[in-house]
């Protein structure tokens, strides 16, 4: 998994908890499997919130539909997926993956702004939160933590925890690095978004057998690093700010895959510091030493032979784009074919140059 969040920080709103009375959803748009009764004020609501360019969203998709499919018979439970994006957009993503779960759109983002958006109007996809009969919060977490065990509980009033860790077990003064079966994705995504823990270093070899529908992610400015199930060249090409053809391993070495979270707010604000920090520490694990050199390699070249059959993105003032991938996706948002290019080399280890000649930005699904 490759996902590149530096823009937004991995964390639900700070000031919504558990045990919270909510409002009611804004929903703006119904988009697809529109039920009869939409007053959901007095049902369970299962609340994903996902879009169209987050590709651990989309891969956390299959999972959502399994359980929609057990508890389809439950009246009173439902499951919605929510986006902040134009019927006309998600339309497009659902033609090419399939949906069971209620697919709605607040473009207004009042429901973004009540549940998951942060002061600085950033946030993190994709997200769950589970909402009873009384409008009251229930749990906080990733799809990927989502059980059928979780949602009997959910349905029947039991305590389901806050989806936090504990603050008799987070005052780490020293890096933690536990054994890897005792660390899952979700243990990794309760110390990173921890705002209590101020010293924590995980590193083990990836799962080969997880399911990683889970986004990687960076901030170095705020000393914090989460990447899962990422190649050692990936891991070297971010701490080095380049691009991963330009790392050049034994492939042994570069095949690799590792689990890797750092955290030390003792280097807050001191971005190189903690980067110097991090890649000392990563190259020493690795036993790997650092040279520059120059090689002769094949590289593949983009040109577009027919323009005709590509179609401009319609969002084209929003901003930067997005790129991210899942097992099963890549998605391309409001991107130049540049800077496509470029994220293809990250997620596939090739050096591609881009002859395509365009500054028109599209969006792509692989």
């Known amino acids: 998994m490759l996902m590149i969040a530096t823009q ?45 360019w987050c590709g651990p969203c989309l891969g956390a998709v299959p999972h959502l539909n399994e359980l929609q499919n057990k508890y389809k018979d439950n009246k009173d439970l439902v499951f919605i997926s929510i986006s902040d994006e134009s019927p006309e957009k998600i339309n497009k993503t659902l033609s090419k993956i399939k949906f069971e779960t ?14 998951i958006m942060r002061k600085d109007k950033s946030y993190s996809i994709p997200a769950t939160i589970l909402i009873d009969n009384q409008n009251i919060v229930r749990w906080i977490g990733n799809p990927s933590m989502l059980t059928s065990d979780l949602i009997e509980k959910f349905i029947i009033g039991e305590s389901l925890g806050s989806g936090e860790v504990k603050k008799e077990t987070v005052e780490i003064k020293k890096p933690l690095e536990p054994e890897k079966k005792d660390v899952s994705p979700s243990d990794f995504i309760k110390i990173y978004e921890s705002e209590r823990i101020n010293h924590a270093v995980i590193f083990s070899e990836s799962n080969p057998n997880e399911t990683y529908n889970v986004a990687s992610y960076w901030d170095f400015e705020n000393a914090r690093l989460m990447l899962l199930n990422w190649k050692v060249k990936s891991i070297l090409a971010a701490l080095n700010d380049v691009p991963s053809y330009k790392i050049l391993l034994s492939e042994d070495v570069s095949n690799q895959k590792f689990d890797f979270l750092y955290v030390n707010t003792s ?64 998605n391309f948002d409001n991107k130049k074919l540049k800077s496509v290019a470029k994220d293809i080399c990250g997620f596939f280890n090739i050096i591609i140059i881009d002859e395509s000649g365009s500054d028109a930005k599209y969006n792509f699904l692989l």
């Open 267 to 330: 280097l807050l604000n001191n971005e190189v510091a903690y980067v110097n920090e991090v890649k000392s520490f990563f190259m020493n694990k690795m036993k790997l030493n650092e040279l520059n050199t120059t090689v002769a390699t094949d590289v593949y070249l983009l040109k577009v032979i027919d323009a005709k059959k590509l179609k401009e993105s319609e969002n084209t003032s929003n901003g930067s784009g997005h790129s991210g991938s899942s097992k099963e996706y890549i």
């Open 102 to 115: 209620i697919v709605v759109s607040d473009q207004t983002k009042k429901t973004h702004e009540n549940l």
């Open 8 to 52: 937004m920080a991995f964390s639900q709103n700070p000031d919504l908890k558990v045990g919270q009375k909510t409002s009611d959803l804004v929903i703006t748009d119904y988009i697809l499997n529109t039920p009869k009764d939409k007053n959901f004020s007095n049902k369970f609501k299962v609340v994903e919130f996902w879009a169209t």
